[in-house]
């Protein structure tokens, strides 16, 4: 949902010259984190704040306008998996 909405602001304010950015962080090592999970619920070790916040300044850096550190960066392969799927239906 956040996807399809900065896609639609990217392209709604790209005549003014506004760059919208997408920061897709995986579970991070956080307050909210460690209060409501444990690493057994969700399996996998959560990234540090300041890796996620590396990632985001150095996408920005490189004007990427979806950035996707860590994990979250198999959102897009299924994303595509998930397209071809139900662009190429079985026979």
């Known amino acids: 949902m956040i996807h399809s909405f900065t896609q639609s602001l990217r392209l709604q304010l790209?005549?003014?010259?506004?760059?919208?950015?997408e920061l897709a962080p995986p579970i991070t090592e956080t307050s909210l984190f460690e209060g409501d999970m444990s690493l057994s619920d969700v399996g996998v070790t959560p990234t540090k704040v300041t890796a996620v916040v590396r990632s985001a300044l150095e996408g920005i850096r490189h004007d990427r306008p979806e950035?996707?550190?860590?994990?979250?960066?198999?959102?897009?392969?299924?994303?595509?998996?998930?397209?071809?799927?139900?662009?190429?239906?079985?026979?």
């Open 67 to 91: 950035i996707r550190p860590g994990l979250t960066k198999m959102l897009d392969s299924a994303r595509a998996e998930e397209l071809i799927g139900t662009s190429n239906p079985p026979h």
């Open 14 to 21: 790209k005549h003014i010259h506004v760059v919208v950015f």
